[in-house]
């Protein structure tokens, strides 16, 4: 069977043929131009998937090697820090060392405590080491100087918090890059809030202003809140509570605050607490807006006499041992693991006969002891091992309290004071050194992770390379051969599809 081609088909057919061969041209060009095999999704629907999921990947290892980067600093300074702190307990050492010598006297003794103090001063000096602006040993409080002489004791004042700041180095990884100086030099004894705290003990003993706040919850209900006749952490709890709206309020997990949980059946908008004028919400640590529940700040409450030791250490309690006292030539072996407030600590020191009085600092987070006797200097120091004296920030591996100790006691001229620092500092020589071996092992896990990091970016770049990259030789090859097909389709269609009288004779 003859079929008959007409005009019409073949030119069809020709320009068919030129707009293919045009496209693959087109798309072969932007191969060699871009260097890249996928250029839109319908170059390749399942190559474009492995291509996103690689270039996330790579993109995650980049911000991870810039964490490093950009936070190891902080690591080296620390760890810098913490190497000049370290100098200085050891040359308080010999200075102790050296007075206790036959050529020593009340004069040479005198002169050795200026520069026992010179010591101190740099000590506090390494505690508020900065980077970037940022106060390292202060946790996460990083715009506040963490360490301030305390004036009206031995040691120094710590006035940071006991939280961390992490930065994320590798998936599901964080590395705490500041900690809290509590951790490394003193003792923050870091009360739990519970239901019975007082208001006026809070935010480090600032209290909290008395008097109304609002609170909206996510169903558009809302009230005014007063606690102007509020004594404790309870009755606030029960002023939130008795409001008649979708909120509840309660103590938070970490025992650090409040926090408000909302049960509104129906979504309307976010929960809010706002101020009705003062500061109140705010010094309750729950001024905020938020899609769900609310989770109030840290509320720093101070010490106590009242204080439960379960309380201590963030709720966590403390263990309490024995600790050794010596006053002059008093001295005394005092059992506080029977201790359930911190009043009982302080009766069991002050009553154990060698003439010392035991309080709570005026940071109100740790304790204090002095000899009530100015000849001579009260020292604290561990027994057997234990951790007590350290835990209470009274001796043993509290960097300035040891420090102090020993300036004062060769202020003194107290001889008996002088030899029983001798254990002090070589425990607050031991806590530099732990917390040196701490950062150290942060350091090197830096460094580990940055060369996986690298070898992971390499590779991946590779990954994304063979599936996304073109062939540049292919394609140019392609380029050249379709062009010469182009050329020969446009001369042979124009050849084929010349005019005719016929054409026009329809």
């Not at 509020?230 to 002023?239: F, G, P």
């Not at 392609?478 to 010349?498: C, G, I, K, Y």
């Amino acid at each position: 069977m003859v079929m008959r081609i007409t005009n019409q088909i073949q030119q069809s057919n020709a320009l068919q043929n030129i707009f293919r061969i045009t496209e693959d041209l087109f798309a072969a060009n932007q191969r060699v131009a871009t260097g890249k095999r996928i250029n839109k999704p319908s170059d390749d629907p399942l190559g474009i998937q492995d291509t996103l999921t690689l270039r996330s990947s790579i993109a995650q290892i980049q911000q991870f090697g810039r964490n490093i980067d950009n936070n190891r600093l902080f690591l080296n300074t620390a760890d810098s820090s913490l190497d000049s702190v370290g100098l200085g307990i050891s040359r308080a050492l010999e200075l102790a060392q050296g007075s206790l010598g036959p050529a020593s006297d009340a004069q040479t003794r005198a002169l050795t405590a200026q520069e026992v103090q010179s010591i101190l001063d740099q000590a506090i000096q390494e505690a508020n080491s900065q980077v970037k602006g940022h106060f390292i040993f202060g946790g996460t409080d990083l715009l506040n100087a963490p360490y301030q002489a305390n004036g009206a004791g031995l040691g120094a004042l710590y006035s940071g918090n006991s939280d961390t700041l992490e930065v994320e180095v590798a998936s599901t990884l964080t590395i705490p890059i500041t900690r809290p100086g509590s951790d490394v030099f003193g003792t923050d004894m870091n009360p739990a809030v519970n239901v019975n705290t007082l208001l006026s003990d809070l935010n480090g003993g600032s209290g909290v202003t008395l008097g109304s706040f609002n609170i909206t919850d996510r169903g558009g209900n809302a009230a005014v809140i007063n606690i102007g006749g509020a004594t404790t952490v309870n009755d606030v709890i029960l002023a939130v509570n008795g409001a008649g709206i979708n909120v509840t309020a309660s103590l938070n997990a970490s025992q650090t605050g409040l926090q408000l949980t909302d049960a509104s059946g129906t979504i309307l908008q976010s929960l809010t607490v706002t101020e009705s004028g003062g500061t109140t919400a705010g010094d309750l640590g729950i001024l905020k807006v938020n899609d769900g529940n609310i989770v109030g700040g840290d509320l720093n409450p101070i010490l106590a006499t009242t204080t439960l030791i379960s309380d201590l250490a963030g709720g966590n309690g403390l263990t309490l041992g024995q600790i050794d006292i010596v006053n002059g030539a008093l001295s005394a072996t005092v059992d506080l693991s029977a201790a359930v407030t911190v009043n009982d600590i302080l009766i069991a020191i002050n009553s154990a006969g060698v003439n010392v009085t035991a309080s709570i600092n005026s940071q109100g987070n740790a304790l204090q002891v002095v000899s009530n006797d100015l000849t001579t200097s009260a020292v604290i120091s561990e027994v057997a091992g234990g951790d007590t004296a350290s835990l209470l920030g009274i001796g043993g591996g509290n960097v300035f309290t040891a420090l102090d100790t020993l300036r004062e006691a060769l202020e003194r001229n107290d001889t008996s004071g002088i030899s029983a620092s001798f254990a002090n500092l070589n425990d607050a020589l031991d806590t530099v050194l732990q917390s040196r071996a701490e950062y150290g092992a942060l350091a090197r896990t830096m460094d580990t992770l940055e060369i996986g990091h690298g070898a992971d970016e390499v590779s991946e770049t590779a990954q994304l390379s063979a599936v996304e990259d073109s062939d540049f030789v292919k394609d140019a090859s392609d380029v050249a051969a379709l062009q010469l097909a182009l050329e020969a389709t446009l001369n042979t269609s124009a050849r084929v599809l010349q005019p005719s009288l016929l054409d026009f004779l329809r």
